[in-house]
């Protein structure tokens, strides 16, 4: 099991530029949430999708949008980078089965920086 | 809204010196709590979680009690080793049970053990 999968490992850009990062979730896993993590700080949650829509977000500006794919991969697309964008991009997943909480599995981020 | 006040670091200890780690949290209901550790390099991996009051979370020789009346989840392990210099989240989700919903986490606390 590979378990959660990012790409790219590291992105530079500059402001005004548009960028999309990838993930694949954990085999099994159907729900994928994405967060931001400035430096020094702890994760901030952007948003979640779940059969390919939506389902919660956090309060990030609408320069930040996302997919996910049939396959339930996804992709967080940020448009028109500010500096304040550069953090590490972290996937995490989960399933929707079983009982108990369903845990979220991170993957080793996306660090971003903005020039 | 919710929200996870975490100890300020850096922590720096002797290997086998005694942690603790404070954690205090604000949520509406009953939320479940969380203690995620990132090494570096890599993504977030749950240490431990509790799913209601009065629960004792343990892994690895760590341990934190939902204290519900005082709002904590503090972390403490008895017996540090330098394998667990780290960054360690707290963090809260809104629910006990079911499908994953977004994570709240405090800023984070840098562990380091010396030999």
């Known amino acids: 099991d590979a378990g959660v999968t990012q790409s790219p490992t590291h992105l530079i850009k500059t402001r005004g530029q548009q960028v999309t990062l990838r993930c694949s979730p954990k085999?099994?896993?159907?729900?994928v949430s994405w967060y931001q993590q400035a430096l020094g700080q702890g994760p901030q949650f952007i948003f979640q999708?779940?059969?390919?829509?939506?389902?919660q977000r956090g309060n990030f500006p609408d320069r930040f949008s996302g997919h996910q794919f049939p396959n339930y991969s996804s992709e967080l697309n940020v448009n028109a980078l500010l500096l304040g964008d550069s953090a590490l991009y972290l996937c995490?997943?989960?399933?929707?089965?079983?009982?108990?909480?369903?845990?979220?599995?991170f993957g080793p981020g996306t660090r971003l920086t903005v020039l | 809204g919710d929200s996870v006040t975490q100890m300020e670091g850096p922590v720096t200890l002797s290997e086998e010196a005694f942690l603790t780690i404070n954690c205090t949290y604000t949520a509406t209901g009953y939320p479940s709590l969380f203690w995620y550790v990132q090494y570096p390099g890599e993504g977030l991996q749950l240490l431990l979680k509790a799913t209601k009051a009065d629960d004792k979370g343990s892994n690895k020789g760590f341990e934190a009690t939902y204290r519900k009346e005082t709002t904590s989840f503090h972390l403490e392990k008895g017996s540090v080793q330098v394998s667990d210099s780290a960054v360690y989240f707290c963090?809260?989700?809104?629910?006990?049970?079911?499908?994953?919903?977004?994570?709240?986490f405090g800023s984070g606390t840098q562990l380091t053990v010396l030999p």
């Open positions: 085999s099994g896993h159907d729900t």
């Open positions: 963090a809260l989700s809104p629910i006990s049970s079911g499908s994953a919903r977004q994570l709240t």
């Open positions: 995490a997943s989960s399933s929707t089965g079983g009982a108990g909480y369903n845990e979220q599995f």
């Open positions: 999708y779940y059969e390919e829509e939506e389902r």
